[in-house]
Each structure stands twice: as C-alpha cells, then as structure tokens.
C-alpha cells in the first residue's frame, strides 16, 4: 500500500496542477492529502508516527473546511466554479466586495496550512520527526511544487481581480514565516524538525515573488520551489543514507565526523547546507536573489530588506551543520556504503543543485516559457 498511497498522491498532485475549478482544485488536494496522512503513519507501531498522523488529519481537516467555505462563498458571490469566469466575475464591478474579501481570506487560511506558512504551520515539525524519512522526503518536495500550482490557480488565475489584497495577506505570511522559521530552527536539535522549520522560511520566501504581482515574479517563485525541491530531496536523503534497519539518523550528533566516514558525501552535505542559506554560487543563492530582485522591483524593499536580515540569522543553523560534519569526531566510524542506485540518485540530486547555481538561467528560462504558455 506504501506505492499505491504515493501514486494516488502524485495523481492528486496532477488534478490538482491541471485544474480550472474551484470544485477540481479541492478534490486534488484532498486526494493528495488523504494519501499523505496515511503515509505519515505507516510505521503502525510508533507511537510518534502515529501521533504525527493524527495532528496531520486533525488540523488538515480543520484547513480544508476552511477552504472549502471560502470556496462556497466566492461561489455564492459570482455563481462560478470556473476560475477563468471566477477572474472576469472579480474583477468587475460588486456591491458584495465584502462577502469576496472573506471568501479570500478563508482561501488564504486553506492554502497557508498545505504550504506550512505561519501561523499556520504547526503540524510541519510533529509530521517531518513523526514520519518515515522516505515518507518525509516525499512530503517536502513534490507536494510543495503541488501547492504552488494551487496558489498560482487560485490566486493568479482566479482572484487576480483581489491582488490588492491577497499582497497585504502574503506579506504579512511572508515576514511572520521568514522569521519564525529561521529563529526557532537555530533551538532545533533534531535534525529533521530543523529542517521543518527551515521549510517554514523558505515558504516565506516562496511568497515574495507572488507578491511582486509580475510574470517575472511569478517566474522566479517557481524557479525557488523547483530549486527548493532538489535541496529538500538532498537533505533528507542524506538521513536515509545514513539511517540503517530500526535506527534514523535525525539528530545533529549523528553526522558528526562524517568527512571521516566518507569526504564524498560530506562534500554532497556541505552543498546542500549552503545552498540552502543561500551562498553563492549554489542554486539556492539564486532562488533567492531572483525573489528579493522581484520584490525590490515592486517597490517593497523593507520586505527584501528583512528577508535578507532573517537569512543572514539562518547561515547560523546551517553552518551548525557543516562544522559537525568536518570538524567533530564520528561517533558510528562504519564506512558509510550505500547501494549504488541510492548513491548514484543523491550524488546526481545534489551535483544538480551545483550545476544550477553555475547555470541558472537555463532553469529560469524554462519557468517563464511555462508561465507564458
């Protein structure tokens, strides 16, 4: 059931991707969201996994009610499912303006808790720990590139005629996760929760380019989440590297010395976690260059002034990291001897994030030639 789960998942992804419904948007994300809660518990016999699944469906629940109403109540106002109808329905003229503002509102709550922007990301660090580190893996990366697809529709596609206020909504999302999620990381001992709550901040930062309100901005939000999506796989596959049968090797401790144990993939680590500060010349240094670019642009260069403030306060985590790996001693000296296809899979994620940071544009390229179709 494990794969069955993570095909209706995917297949949840692609409605949800493809959708120009109100209607089809919601059944993708529950078909999405209903095969991740039963991931997050497969290991029927922890207690952690099972509490994990629990806080997950509880307050995923809670979420999708709050979408689904907030998708009840554009509908009453304009009398669409259909976001393209929905748009021009907006944009006009409405003595209900109120009644579409709530609407919006009650989306915004919706869509925050599937991406884990705070205050509404309570559950990301209890799932991230609780879970399996493959189940882990697969809820950091794909289903966020799903949740972008989902902000883009509704947002983008279906509210643009509201963009003056859905961009007060995202940046107030966007400052409270940047800076949640980089100062409560640095208390972080875990390993997986750090990376929860680094995933918070880069949500934050996701939301940047959707507030530049520009298809350049637009451009650069997808290059961040697919660049953000590499280095996510990366972290977390190298948990399962070094995870063996019954043990998980999430806790800081557990990659001390790992240059010894093998410079190969100490070298693979000290790319993802600089990367994933944002040092050039690593792709994720342009992901984040191309938003905070983006946002200046629109005029807001407080936002991209306090992005950068909180940034520089997340090098600190991140180099935590690095510093275990190259100058504490291993606890486990085991040479560290993955399958090849395992091996082969990290080394090429993590290589690919280098190549990105040389060669950017070809990336970028291909996100505004998406954008534009």
Known sequence: EYYVLGMTAVAGMMVLVSSHSLLTVYLGLE????????????????VFACEAAM???????????????GMSMLYGVTGTLDLSVLSTAVEGP???????????????????????????????????????????????TAPKLAAFAMLMRLLVDGLSGLQAEWTQILMLLAVLSIGVGNIVAIAQTNL??????????????????????TQAGYAAT??????????????????????????????????????DRSGWYAAMMLILMLSMAGVPPFAGFWAKWAVLREVVASGAVWLAALAVFFAVIGLFYYLRVVRLVYFEKPQDTSPIEPETDFGLALSVNTLAILALGVYPTALMGLCIAALAA
Not at 192 to 211: D, E, N, Q, W
Not at 234 to 248: A, P, Q, T
């Open 31 to 46: 078909l999405l969201s209903l095969s991740l809660y039963a991931l997050v518990a497969m290991h029927r016999d922890s």
């Open 222 to 259: 997808m290059f961040y989440v697919i660049v953000y999506a590499l280095m996510a796989a990366g972290g977390f596959g190298m948990i399962i590297l070094l995870s063996r049968s019954g043990f998980e090797a999430e806790r800081l401790e557990d990659f001390k010395g790992l240059n």
């Open 55 to 69: 806080k997950y469906f509880v307050l995923g629940a809670l979420a999708s009610g709050m979408l689904l109403y």
């Open 192 to 213: 997986k929760r750090m990376f929860a709550y680094s995933t918070i901040a880069h949500v934050g930062f996701l939301f940047l380019g959707i507030i530049a309100g």
């Open 94 to 140: 409405s003595d209900q303006n109120i009644v579409l503002v709530l609407g919006l509102v009650f989306v915004m709550v919706g869509i925050s808790f599937k991406l884990g922007a705070v205050p509404f990301h309570m559950w990301v660090p209890d799932v991230y720990q609780g879970a399996p580190a493959p189940v882990t893996l697969f809820i950091g």
